[in-house]
């Protein structure tokens, strides 16, 4: 479905009496829902009854990563179990997304200040958004900190690195077109904290290189230093990439870090 077809779809709510908004804990997810709670919260909802299905753990699922897992007897057994969404939760969602689609570091700051519990995923799912920030130590965000670290103790291959961090940092419900831009950014010169050998481009939304699966990670000199803290990453990039509505800027343009120990955001 195009986007424009989605639009129209959302603003034709009303010809439904009752919608059910079926999510999940992770912070795609959670970021998802606070930009449709956004929407609502501006809208008169008349008769149609919003629900809220949102989930973190399934029985007998040890690991539970989400809906995708489910058998279609299992889905169907979470019928039911939502609840009618109040104003309260509403806008409670409307909060999130103004936080964290602001370009204003204030906003994101202050949003892990709120009392979140109505959405009682809201608070981690937010602060896995924030840990993607450079960090004080490093310079890098969490998804590349945990690249690094994974490459180091010997996963040294794109599907089976994927499937680490994505295990590790599964908060982030991070897809895999998502963590392959993450990849490249890092392999990319004159700052390349990573070099990949055998594989010619990375896949992207139009095209899939099978070769990709086979290519072999190892780090850069400049990867080893960044990793041991010798080096900052955040200073020596040339590129900007977004996080949330915060732009990530080039070297001193970013002058707010994320604080891995005490979890929360410094000013530089």
């Excluded at 606070?34 to 009854?49: G, I, M």
């Excluded at 602001?102 to 906003?107: K, M």
């Excluded at 670290?149 to 295990?167: C, I, M, N, Q, W």
């Amino acid at each position: 479905m195009k986007i424009k077809e989605l639009e129209q779809t959302l603003k034709s709510f009303h010809q439904h009496e009752e919608i059910v908004l079926w999510f999940e804990y992770d912070l795609y997810d959670q970021a998802m829902l606070s930009y449709l709670l956004h929407y609502f919260k501006e809208q008169d909802l008349k008769n149609t009854k919003l629900n809220l299905l949102c989930i973190d753990a399934y029985p007998d699922i040890e690991h539970f990563r989400g809906l995708g897992q489910l058998t279609p007897s299992q889905i169907g057994r979470l019928s039911g179990t939502w609840h009618v969404m109040g104003a309260e939760e509403i806008k409670a969602g409307s909060d999130f997304w103004g936080a964290y689609a602001s370009s204003d570091i204030q906003y994101h700051k202050d949003y892990l200040l709120k009392n979140t519990s109505v959405l009682p995923f809201a608070h981690a799912a937010f602060k896995a958004h924030l840990s993607r920030l450079p960090s004080v130590s490093n310079g890098l965000g969490i998804i590349e900190q945990s690249t690094l670290e994974a490459v180091r103790e010997g996963v040294d291959s794109p599907y089976p690195l994927f499937k680490h961090v994505g295990d590790q940092l599964h908060i982030l419900g991070m897809g895999d077109l998502e963590y392959w831009a993450h990849l490249k950014r890092m392999t990319e010169q004159p700052h390349a904290l990573l070099q990949l050998s055998g594989v010619q481009a990375f896949p992207n939304f139009q095209q899939h290189h099978d070769e990709f699966r086979h290519g072999v990670l190892s780090l850069t000199k400049l990867g080893i230093q960044v990793l041991n803290g010798e080096a900052d990453w955040a200073l020596l990039r040339h590129d900007t990439s977004w996080i949330g509505g915060l732009q990530i800027g080039k070297g001193e343009d970013t002058p707010w870090r994320w604080d891995t120990v005490n979890g929360n955001v410094v000013i530089l």
